[in-house]
């Protein structure tokens, strides 16, 4: 891992350039995807491509610590998201043995029943909302 020191404007002093190079084997991007994860890393780009089993991997990150993003209240973000899922799962689960078209069925029901979950349970703010709605409007 180094720090990239050609950094293009705008980009922050701890954005990392890490490169893997060597035999293929399954999993080593995934242990080094769940590394960077686990240590506060966000995922800016990643290229991979593997030539006859060689793996030529690089990733470019950068370190989000508090010191700079300030602590991230995760639990309190994201559980209304979470339990907006779970009452759609319950909701549509007795109708995962439809086949054949029927199958819409439970996929329309469960889009209405999230959404109706997430705004009852105010998952989203004002601000998301309204991007929501002028990406709709920009779509039609």
């Given amino acids: 891992m180094t720090p990239v020191s050609d950094s293009p404007e705008g980009e922050r002093p701890d954005t990392l350039l890490i490169t893997v190079s060597g035999q293929d084997h399954p999993g080593i991007t995934s242990s ?24 030529v991997l690089g990733v470019v990150a950068w370190i989000l610590t508090a010191r700079h993003v300030g602590r991230v209240p995760v639990l309190a973000l994201s559980w209304r998201i979470v339990v907006a899922g779970l009452v759609m799962g319950v909701a549509i689960y ?3 043995g439809l086949e054949g078209v029927k199958v819409a069925i439970p996929i329309v029901a469960g889009v209405v ?12 703010s004002g601000d998301e909302i309204a991007w929501a709605r002028r990406a709709l409007a920009l779509a039609r």
Avoid: C, F, K
């Fill in 94 to 96: 007795p109708l995962s």
């Fill in 113 to 124: 029943i999230y959404a109706a979950a997430v705004l009852l349970l105010r998952a989203l």
């Fill in 32 to 55: 080094l995807m769940a590394l960077l994860a686990s240590s506060g890393a966000a995922i800016g780009d990643v290229e991979q491509v593997v030539v006859r089993g060689h793996l």
